[in-house]
């Protein structure tokens, strides 16, 4: 079962913030490579929701990394 990504309004602002500190300090090839992680880490949860380890403090909440330097935590 194919599930919809909601993000909140806390998460639209962080993604935001993220992608503002990016464009300062990464070139456009690693945004655009941040850009196709983060494309295929959200494909992947669509399929497979719990694919990603339950964080230890709140069991209702996943994380995953998208790549070495950024991670997402969902429910």
């Not at 490579?33 to 992947?44: I, M």
Request: proline share 4%; aromatic share 10%.
């Amino acid at each position: 079962m194919a599930l919809e990504i909601v993000w909140t309004p806390q998460a639209e602002k962080g993604l935001k913030k993220v992608l503002e500190y990016l464009e300062e300090a990464w070139t456009e090839m690693e945004i655009l490579q941040l850009e196709n992680n983060l494309r295929n880490f959200l494909a992947h949860i669509i399929k497979y929701p719990e694919m990603y380890p339950e964080t230890e403090m709140h069991k209702n909440l996943r994380k995953g990394q998208v790549d070495k330097n950024n991670y997402i935590i969902y429910r």
